[in-house]
């Protein structure tokens, strides 16, 4: 269960040192200025889909963002012109790269990926290179353009544009987080999330305020459609069970509030396919999916983004704030410490290096939430059952509401940096999406009741009441709005999920998946997201972070007799929007 600590493979030092090396402050570098939109020749991006640097002044720009966007939306320009025009007014980085593909598309195709501040958009083929190109614009546009609605972009003067320096004494923001500068422009958004996600709390709160000190770790995933933004799945908590390793499937180990917020947003996945498989064409209608041609599967409607708020700094590596200051004072051992794969235990977060923690089989363990956090962003917060139907399902931003963290640096490195370069190895549709993590206000505090500290809550969009899970027992608690019968599984607990699966394996008349009776034999057939497992896996202990936790595989292999919970039945579907 524990993976082997006394060994390990890979260049652990030069990970590390290159990792620093790019966070701590640059001392040489010289200031970068966008080329201009009227360069004498005219030449605005190269062969590589890289927009054109200059050094020294930049011209004023003569268009607003907009003019562009109006002109694209009437056919007068395409989508590749759109993102390098874009890139230059807003000065933002823009890459347009080729990634290689691995997957089973038959025929010769060429894959490309539109790449901005750091963050990487979905895949777009074709069978030449220009033709990929495109269709990775035209993929990237319908996310990028939403967060640009409120953005009061006022043309700069040409003094406001900084000379070339030959010496940099601080790193800019951009520097450390380079995806931030584009959400530092559009500020109102980091408000809107959290006072989307407070008034969904609040909401709750107030119809069971017995369950309000349940709120202080509140994560919850956010769905952006034209401008607005809709909670969707919430969850809180901050335990592990402490009961043993359940064979039926029908104990919830990890109640921490982001994994919690993550097996809540799986059910509102599943809702939503049984919608778009039904029979009504209102439901498929309202479904947030669509049939993506190119690959079989399902994907998220174009203009829908996904945002994640966590009301306290995930668990897991982190740079010590005091490495900022000092930076040889920290020893290479305790730096390798902090930034490798972490395990939770009992409330504790160690090092996979670590010897400082009790490895007994009774002890209950998993990933630390910072870990899963950098998981889900290569594999997708779909998980192994849903990438039967669907893409894999990314978040564009991290929102980080802990009044106490002034520094997500350590958090950019730990969900960003240790994958970078992973994604040409992955299979197709499966990529590295850095996330832009941003400090935003908190929604929720919690109250001294201590009775309910071990306590926690999960929702998602068309729940009619909440569901309380006792984390240590990994049930849901007598008291609980929603109980799903006398034994008191949760309806986020392993079994709940196989069901769930089953239904819309029915709906969509997928035999092939209707014939796996065990929960490990229907994640295993889904080979694609097994493939990127390994190599994200392999990958992390190549790069000298140690070993992903190997659970026992006897806990996966439980089948469905009975019904879980009422909502499976089709008229509480019907609800979903």
Avoid at 251 to 270: E, G, N
Wanted: aromatic share 8%; glycine share 6%; with cysteine.
């Amino acid at each position: 269960m524990f993976p082997g600590r006394g060994s390990f493979r890979g260049s652990r030092g030069a990970s590390f040192s290159q990792i620093l090396r790019k966070n701590l402050p640059a001392m040489t570098e010289s200031y970068k200025t966008l080329a201009t939109l009227n360069h004498p020749s005219n030449d605005v991006f190269n062969q590589q889909g890289e927009s054109t640097f200059e050094r020294g002044h930049a011209a004023k720009p003569t268009v607003s963002p907009k003019v562009l966007i109006d002109k694209y939306t009437q056919g007068e320009t395409h989508a590749v012109s759109l993102l390098h025009q874009l890139a230059q007014v807003l000065q933002f980085h823009l890459e347009i790269k080729e990634t290689v593909t691995t997957g089973n598309i038959q025929g010769f195709y060429f894959a490309f990926c539109v790449v901005i501040d750091g963050v990487e958009y979905k895949t777009g083929m074709g069978i030449t290179k220009k033709e990929a190109r495109l269709k990775a614009a035209q993929l990237a546009l319908p996310e990028l353009l939403p967060t640009l609605e409120n953005l009061n972009y006022v043309l700069p003067e040409a003094s406001d544009v900084p000379p070339p320096l030959p010496v940099k004494e601080e790193p800019s923001i951009s520097d450390i987080h380079p995806c931030r500068a584009i959400h530092e422009r559009t500020s109102s958004v980091n408000l809107q999330i959290p006072q989307a996600v407070k008034d969904q709390l609040t909401k709750l709160m107030n119809s069971h305020p017995e369950f309000s000190a349940c709120a202080g770790t509140t994560a919850a995933f956010i769905i952006q459609n034209a401008g607005v933004f809709e909670v969707v799945a919430l969850g809180t908590g901050n335990f592990n069970t402490n009961e043993s390793a359940s064979m039926s499937g029908r104990i919830v180990h990890d109640s921490h509030a982001v994994v919690t917020a993550r097996r809540s947003l799986m059910r509102f996945l599943y809702r939503h396919l049984l919608m778009f498989f039904s029979k009504t064409a209102n439901l498929t209608k309202k479904s947030i999916f669509q049939q993506n041609s190119s690959s079989g599967l399902l994907s998220l409607r174009d203009g829908i983004t996904l945002h994640l708020y966590v009301n306290q700094l995930p668990k897991g590596a982190a740079i010590p704030s005091k490495l900022r200051l000092n930076p040889l004072s920290i020893s290479a051992w305790q730096v390798n410490n902090e930034i490798s794969l972490h395990l939770s235990v009992e409330g504790k977060v160690f090092s996979v290096f670590s010897s400082s923690f009790d490895q007994s089989p009774s002890k209950m363990v998993s990933m630390s939430a910072t870990d899963k956090l950098t998981q889900w962003q290569v594999l997708g917060y779909q998980g192994a059952l849903l990438s039967h139907f669907i893409e894999p399902v990314y978040v564009q931003s991290i929102l980080i509401g802990d009044i106490d963290c002034s520094d997500i640096r350590g958090m950019t490195i730990s969900v960003s940096q240790r994958v970078e370069g992973i994604t040409s190895k992955l299979p197709m549709f499966y990529c590295m999406m850095r996330p832009c993590i941003s400090l935003v206000p908190s929604v929720a505090t919690s109250s001294a009741d201590k009775c309910q500290l071990t306590y926690g809550i999960n929702w998602s969009e068309g729940d009619s009441s909440v569901e309380v899970v006792d984390g240590l027992e990994g049930k849901t608690v007598e008291q609980s709005p929603f109980k799903s019968g006398p034994a008191l599984a949760s309806r986020l607990c392993k079994a709940a999920m196989l069901h769930r699966f089953k239904l819309v394996a029915k709906e969509a008349q997928r035999q092939d998946l209707l014939a796996a009776s065990f929960y490990k034999e229907a994640k295993r057939m889904a080979k694609p997201y097994q493939e990127a497992k390994n190599v994200l896996k392999e990958f992390l202990l190549q790069q000298g972070y140690g070993s992903w936790l190997v659970k026992l595989s006897a806990n996966d292999n439980f089948s469905i007799l009975l019904q879980m919970e009422s909502e499976s039945s089709p008229c509480t579907f019907n609800k979903a929007r």
